[in-house]
């Protein structure tokens, strides 16, 4: 299973990697600085969505994204922008599996972050396992 959830991170993160137009110099990092914290992950019962919560900062100029990838007997996936102006912001994903329901237990989450310049994408993530 963990592998399926590497293999989705990374899925995830090319999917929204935009190629640059021009290779950029080397040493140079112009691309937005993103600061991530988690706030919770809850099971809405009712609908079997899993609610991510996070709290968003981006420095710089560019645009940036955050994505979250949740793996139990299903999967599914959700991505939310993040505004480039120095402020932190509340952040949702509502992860909304196209058949089924998250059920009570153990789930795997991965996140990926994705920050772009002009020139080039910066991607970062973590995975880990929690219960819901």
């Known amino acids: 299973m963990r592998r399926l959830v590497r293999a989705g ?3 995830a993160a ?3 990697l935009v190629l640059p137009a021009a290779p950029a110099s080397a040493g140079q990092n112009d691309a937005p600085d993103i ?4 706030r919770s992950i809850t099971l809405d019962g009712y609908t079997g969505n899993l609610i991510v919560k ?3 900062r981006c420095d710089g100029k560019g645009t940036a994204s955050w994505t979250t990838i949740a793996v139990q007997d299903l999967r599914a996936r959700g991505t ?3 505004i480039c ?3 932190g912001h509340r952040s949702t994903i509502v992860l909304d599996p196209a ?3 998250f059920h009570p237990g153990q789930v795997a989450i991965d996140i990926a972050l994705v920050a772009c310049s002009k020139d080039f994408c ?5 995975s880990f396992a929690t219960t819901v």
């Open 9 to 11: 991170l990374m899925a």
């Open 99 to 101: 058949k089924g329901r």
């Open 54 to 56: 996070a709290r968003v």
């Open 80 to 82: 939310a922008p993040i």
């Open 85 to 87: 102006d120095g402020n």
């Open 14 to 16: 090319v999917a929204l």
């Open 35 to 38: 600061k991530w914290k988690l």
């Open 122 to 126: 910066t991607v970062s993530g973590e």
